[in-house]
């Protein structure tokens, strides 16, 4: 193979005599010899000590691969224990690598005295380098790197920005605070510079600082050096594992090692008690003086876990935060840190020639919304209900009435603020839709306190990292919830919602209705004593609308969840979307069987009532619970996802006279949440005869964002349709994605054409028969990411007038809109209809996922045309369309699920293959099919069971191609399997 | 190719061979073929002025360096194909005929001033048995490869590749899984086992190949024959195939189906078919011919062959060689069909 790297000097090939310069006392490593080093960065370096003596730093100096050029900015990075600079070797080479602005960096990363190359020798005086010393000498040596040396490496000039990672963060933090007016920007990964009150050393850290094992772990034997190399959540090629013990093969070359945790200052009689407070004090000032900042998180960090996060959150209150979900102590080997880093450094407008810091999101482009609480507190006297509950088996509703609402909500607001819940501190809901969610859900609204809504399709795991990455500072939540709070140590003071068991009581720290009771005692209420408060008799100062609303997580398809963060302007925004587009307003009756739309109720002044159905389990929603749901308030407007809807026609049968007669009285139904397939349409049609039926597009980060109805499917034909067979106009050719309308009002869709190898451009299309990634602009989309940047940064276009887009990350082709003028609509919704009067003549046809692209030797293959061709050969139910091999000459594989069932996964039989080979065909470009397999399910997500876990089945499937016969693991056969083999590796 | 000499084209009695020889004969060129039996091309005359002259020369004769001097005389290009080509018997016939044979050819067509030579060589010189999903032409590896073909096949290339130099351009083309009308090799078989019920798919033959209708090849050849000087191409050694994978399921039944023989059915576990492929090649080193066939009813290599993928990435051959496929492969299937109904 080529580019085999050349072999390492083997010990006895050496010359005997050392060509190198070395620092007293140092360890012999060759920088040639450590992997993603370039040799011309090792540097030696004289300065001053505070011990008196004159000490030789090693630093990895970006400038010595230069070549003379004048850097953007220098960095200044700062291991901790026990590593060193090696840390930092890919950091060094994205600074010398040029970034997107043409900018490069210099990065000087230094070995501490005692670590890595430096100076070995012991402390004048003895004892360990202690905090202080290692502040100052740090101080000393960046004084020496400005002053210049008579070496040829350049001076540092300019503000520098200070990178620390662990101890090395308190060490930069500390230098950082004592020299601010040369500090640009602070950056640190997994550190502390607080040893919370009272707060115990990490376990990890207890083990290695026990009396009698600390010199054991730490310098004595290599465990602590190997320990940290096998930190990072991806396991390190070998040579750079070797890499980061080199300077620490000896006994005496790892004393620093355990000086530096004997240093360690946690306790408040420590040593380096004083230096850590002023380092404290530093990081506060910096934050106070809004010194640029950006915090690096690996979230799975047994030593400095989230709390430290939260500390420094607290501290540099602007900080721009990325948390790395998959990352572990070591973050630099888990993210691409350098380039991260670049990118923020530019972002934020740091270094000279810095492009035109990035424009914060604009203000949405409208007039001032009514607050979200508005129709609660206008509605104080109104006796009319608000929320209906409808239980199973059509007993009597409950009904929660307007007033009734007001004052719940205006008690349990008080009760949350005299818990100590202050505005921008975040609440987590467990709680299942419902007069409770709803009262705690318009209480923290009111307050101002951010709500943070993750729901179960994430499953456990994924629910438990969202919450408490999140950081609540206190959680409502049923008896289920909060156990599971507890189980998890999830943060947070735990108020319980619902009916409690002993246990729920214990976990409970309070109760909705406990809160509520001091609230009204609350002297907030702006009530006289006795009185129930309103929403709008509240002393509590109003949230303003650029402030944090809620935090709402996408479902985690690919990749652990995101938390998108809605404003309460944006979430204003969501309201006011449905309210046009739906024609939704405060005389409106609706019933919700779909969660986000059952909450926007109250905010619409609707009637809102929910069926009786087991919300986690969409499918469970009955014809009969929906008729009844819709007699109870006589609702003419119906909000539904599509697992719920096959629930309702799969149970129409036992719909009765009466149900029926309520079903007709509906005007308008909405499915939302995944793609419906259109005979599943047209059943539900069949039993709303009088509504039209509409399909909203969108996502967590802005919904909804275009509308189709079934109408508008049925006349483009074949293909128009998502997912179902072909209709009656054979030969018109299988259209290429589904069908998902118009943009709404006031929303704006774009594309961001994909190049040759099927990465999306940085430019901006709206002309028709463009493909591209779906591009988003309206003032009900994501404030933001929630603590990740990075990916806020990456998921954002801002076009030539400065404008932020949300880039979806969906593929899709704008077309022209050629439907017949919509005042002729037949079905008899009147031509102000809002969904359908979009102006602007464009359409949009979403064809997959930018993550899912089939990118082949003749092009690049979208998913979603191909699955809907395969599903029109009338054996396939459902299909995925994924590429197997690597990009640029992926084969496309086409995997489906027939009826009947096939009972093993395998090759399809020839005629099948055919068959699915000829429909694709059909598709422009015809794109050429390798193989068909058949599969007895393709895996689902659970929130709607609808969305085909592509990644999953293209894993698979590169593995049966490759020739390895493995059942799919989503399959109860490859679960069973994947059980096996846990067990017999345990 | 613009200068005049005639190209040398060896062991034009197999399917691929001829089909060689006819296109660069069509193309115009005249065609000397080499082997050890008539090419049955001898005398064909294209209406472009195109010839195919028959030359009998053994190549594995140790005595035929003069022979071959001779017809290598003013040659321009030589494609070499003639080859040992079969899944047993001793390593010495594979030596002698792949490796010293070649040798021979180059270091004669050295000798007479032979600007360009093809390496006919297999992408099994460089599979170790590994599954090789969308990759390029890897190094050919004599010590990895599986077989004695495979192994003395990538001998041959090393040797063709280390004689490229100023005066002789060496291009290795590796044409993968060739199959068409008049196939002896591959399609001849796997019809007659299956229509004696010895068509076994390992693992359900999922495993994803690459093939070349047999057309298809031949153009490629002839185009490395035309480019092989070119800068970026000697040197150089490269996989050609249709450039459509198909499960090997696929590929039996759709070989099958063009002839009327019954689809492979049964499924076998490749592990199994591993480990009788080796018990069969250890009884055949002792009783060569046992069951009245003359080839081993399965062997390791070819039970690996059946249940590992191996599909290449093809952009840069075509990029190099200038060629793409004419024919492809459905619609070399249903010239496979129509041959097989005119037989």
Do not use: F, M
């Given at each position: 193979m080529r580019g085999s790297p050349s072999p390492a000097p083997s010990p006895l090939a050496a010359p005997p005599v050392r060509s190198r310069a070395t620092a007293p006392g140092a360890p012999d490593v060759d920088p040639a010899s450590l992997p993603g080093v370039d040799p011309r960065w090792s540097r030696l370096v004289e300065a001053p000590s505070v011990d008196g003596t004159r000490r030789t730093w090693h630093v990895l100096d970006g400038a010595g691969s230069l070549e003379g050029e004048e850097p953007a900015g220098t960095v200044l990075a700062v291991h901790g224990n026990p590593t060193?600079?090696?840390?930092?070797r890919d950091v060094v080479a994205a600074g010398v690598a040029e970034d997107a602005a043409g900018r490069r960096w210099r990065v000087v990363a230094v070995d501490q005295l005692g670590m890595g190359l430096s100076d070995r020798r012991p402390r004048a005086g003895g004892g360990p380098w202690r905090l202080a010393d290692r502040v100052a000498d740090l101080g000393a040596l960046v004084e020496v790197l400005r002053a210049g040396t008579d070496d040829g490496w350049p001076p540092v000039t300019g503000p520098v920005v200070a990178l620390g990672h662990d101890w090395g963060g308190v060490v930069v933090t500390g230098w950082a605070g004592e020299h601010p007016a040369q500090v640009a920007a602070l950056a640190l990964t997994n550190t502390a510079v607080h040893a919370p009150a009272g707060a115990a050393l990490p376990l990890a850290l207890q083990v290695v600082t026990a009396p009698g094992l600390h010199a054991l772990a730490t310098s004595r034997t290599d465990a602590f050096v190997r320990a940290a190399a096998a930190q990072p959540r991806r396991r390190l090629p070998d040579e750079v594992r070797a890499a980061y013990r080199a300077p620490y093969r000896g006994v005496a070359d790892r004393a620093a090692v355990e000086g530096f945790v004997a240093d360690i200052p946690w306790r408040a009689d420590d040593l380096s008690r004083p230096a850590l407070d002023r380092v404290t004090a530093g990081a506060d000032a910096l934050g106070a003086a809004d010194v640029p900042a950006l915090l690096v998180w690996g979230v799975r960090d047994p030593v400095f876990g989230e709390q430290y996060l939260r500390d420094l959150r607290a501290r540099l209150p602007r900080a721009d935060v990325h948390r790395v979900?998959?990352?572990?102590?070591?973050?630099p080997e888990d993210v691409d840190l350098g380039p991260l880093l670049l990118r923020w450094l530019a972002a934020r407008g740091v270094g000279s020639g810095a492009p035109a810091a990035a424009p914060e999101p604009a203000a949405a482009p409208h007039g001032h919304r009514r607050p979200l609480w508005a129709e609660l507190a206008a509605r104080?006297?109104?006796?009319?209900?608000a929320v209906v509950e409808v239980p199973e088996g059509g007993g009597a509703p409950a009904v929660l009435s307007w007033r009734e609402l007001g004052h719940r909500v205006a008690e349990v607001a008080l009760g949350l603020d005299a818990e100590g819940?202050?505005?921008?501190d975040r609440v987590s809901l467990l709680v299942p839709p419902g007069a409770d969610l709803t009262t705690a859900l318009y209480a923290c609204l009111r307050l101002g306190a951010v709500v943070v809504v993750a729901d179960q399709g994430l499953g456990v795991r994924g629910l438990s990292r969202a919450v408490r990455g999140a950081a609540p500072r206190h959680v409502v939540a049923v008896e289920r919830g909060l156990v599971a709070a507890a189980a998890l140590g999830w943060p947070g003071r735990r108020t319980a919602a619902g009916p409690l068991g002993p246990l729920g009581r214990r976990l409970a720290g309070s109760t909705l209705a406990g809160l509520a009771a001091r609230g009204r005692r609350s002297p907030l209420a702006g009530v006289p004593a006795g009185e129930r408060p309103t929403v709008a008799s509240l002393r509590l100062p109003e949230p303003a609308p650029p402030d944090d609303a809620a935090v709402l997580f996408t479902s985690g398809s690919t990749g652990p969840a995101k938390g998108a963060v809605y404003t309460h302007d944006r979430l204003a925004g969501v309201r006011d979307a449905v309210a046009a587009a739906y024609e939704v307003d405060h005389g409106t009756a609706l019933v919700a069987a779909f969660a986000p739309f059952a909450l926007l109720g109250p905010a619409l002044g609707a009637v809102s009532a929910s069926p009786a159905m087991d919300v986690t389990a969409?499918?469970?929603?009955t014809a009969t619970a929906l008729a009844d749901a819709v007699a109870a308030v006589g609702a003419t407007v119906v909000f539904a996802s599509p697992a719920a809807l096959a629930g309702v026609v799969a149970t129409s049968g036992r719909l009765d006279a009466r149900g029926r007669t309520a079903l007709g009285g509906v005007r308008r139904l909405l499915s939302a949440g995944a793609p419906v397939p259109v005979p599943l349409l047209r059943q539900v049609a069949a039993l709303v005869p009088g509504a039209s039926l509409h399909t909203p597009y969108g996502m967590t980060e802005g919904l909804p964002v275009t509308d189709v109805r079934l109408a508008d499917l049925e006349a483009a034909g074949p293909g128009g349709e998502a997912g179902g067979e072909a209709g009656g106009q054979a030969g018109a050719g299988v259209a290429d994605g589904v069908l998902v309308g118009a943009p709404l009002d006031g929303v704006e869709v774009a594309v961001a054409p994909l190049d040759a190898d099927g990465t999306p451009t940085d430019r901006l299309v709206r002309t028709p028969g463009t493909t591209g990634e779906v591009l988003l602009r309206a003032g009900?989309?994501?404030?933001r990411y929630d603590q990740l940047w990075a990916t806020e940064d990456a998921s954002r276009l801002v076009d030539a007038s400065g404008a932020v887009w949300h880039r979806t990350g969906d593929v899709g082709t704008l077309e022209a809109d050629g439907r017949p003028d919509v005042g002729e609509d037949a079905a008899g919704a009147p031509a102000s209809d809002a969904a359908t009067g979009a102006a602007g003549g464009v359409r949009l046809r979403v064809q997959g996922r930018t993550a899912h692209l089939v990118r082949t030797a003749a092009g690049v293959v979208t998913p979603v045309g191909v699955e809907l061709a395969a599903a029109s050969v009338p054996a396939v139910t459902r299909a995925a369309a994924v590429g197997v091999g690597p990009a640029g000459t992926q084969a496309l594989v086409v995997v489906v699920e027939t009826e009947p069932a096939t009972r093993r996964a395998g090759g399809a039989a020839p005629d099948l293959v055919a068959a699915v080979r000829r429909a694709v065909a059909g598709l422009p470009g015809a794109p050429a099919v390798a193989a068909v397999l058949v599969v007895p399910a393709l895996p689902v997500d659970v929130r709607h069971e609808s969305k085909v876990d592509r990644t999953l089945v293209a894993a698979w499937a590169a593995d049966r191609l490759s020739g390895r016969p493995v059942a799919p693991p989503w399959s109860r056969a490859g679960r069973l399997r994947a059980a096996l083999g846990a067990r017999r590796r345990r | 190719m613009t200068t005049g000499g005639p190209v040398v084209v060896t062991g034009a009695s197999g399917m691929l061979g001829r089909a060689v020889a006819r296109t660069l004969a069509d193309a115009g060129h005249a065609v000397r073929t080499l082997q050890r039996s008539p090419s049955g091309l001898a005398g064909h005359r294209s209406p472009t002025g195109g010839a195919v002259e028959d030359v009998a020369v053994d190549l594995a004769a140790p005595g035929a360096a003069p022979a071959l001097r001779a017809v290598l005389e003013g040659a321009e290009a030589v494609v070499h194909l003639a080859a040992k080509v079969s899944v047993s018997g001793p390593w010495a016939a594979y030596r002698r005929t792949n490796v010293e044979g070649t040798q021979r050819l180059l270091d004669a067509a050295g000798a007479a001033g032979v600007r360009r030579f093809v390496q006919v060589s297999s992408p099994s010189v460089a599979h170790a048995g590994e599954p090789l999903v969308g990759v390029p032409a890897g190094p050919a590896d004599p010590g990895a490869a599986r077989g004695r073909y495979a192994r003395s096949k990538a001998m041959a290339e090393q040797a063709a590749l280390a004689a490229d130099g100023r005066d002789l351009a060496v291009v290795a083309v590796r044409p993968h899984l060739v199959w068409g009308p008049g196939d002896t090799q591959l399609v001849a078989r796997v019809v007659a086992r299956s229509r004696a019920g010895r068509l076994p798919l390992l693992d359900g033959g999922t495993a994803l190949v690459d093939s070349t209708y047999v057309d298809d090849a031949a153009d490629a050849l002839a185009a490395a024959a035309a480019r092989a000087a070119d800068p970026q191409v000697h040197g150089r050694a490269l996989v050609v195939s249709s450039g459509e994978p198909r499960t090997v399921g696929e590929l039996l039944a759709s070989l099958c189906a063009a002839h009327g023989a019954p689809l492979p059915a049964r499924s076998v576990p490749a592990g199994l078919a591993r480990a009788a492929g080796g018990l069969v090649e250890a009884l055949w080193a002792v009783r060569p011919g046992l069951g009245g066939d003359d080839e081993p009813p399965m062997t390791r290599f070819l039970a690996e062959q059946l249940s590992t993928a191996h599909w290449f990435d093809q952009r840069e051959t075509r990029r190099l060689l200038r060629w793409s496929p004419r024919v492809g492969l459905d619609a070399g299937f249903a010239r496979l069909a129509a041959a097989a109904a005119a037989a």
């Open positions: 060193w600079s090696y840390l930092w979900e998959r990352g572990g102590h070591l973050v104080a006297d109104d006796d009319g209900p819940v202050r505005p921008g969409p499918a469970s929603l009900h989309t994501k404030a | -």
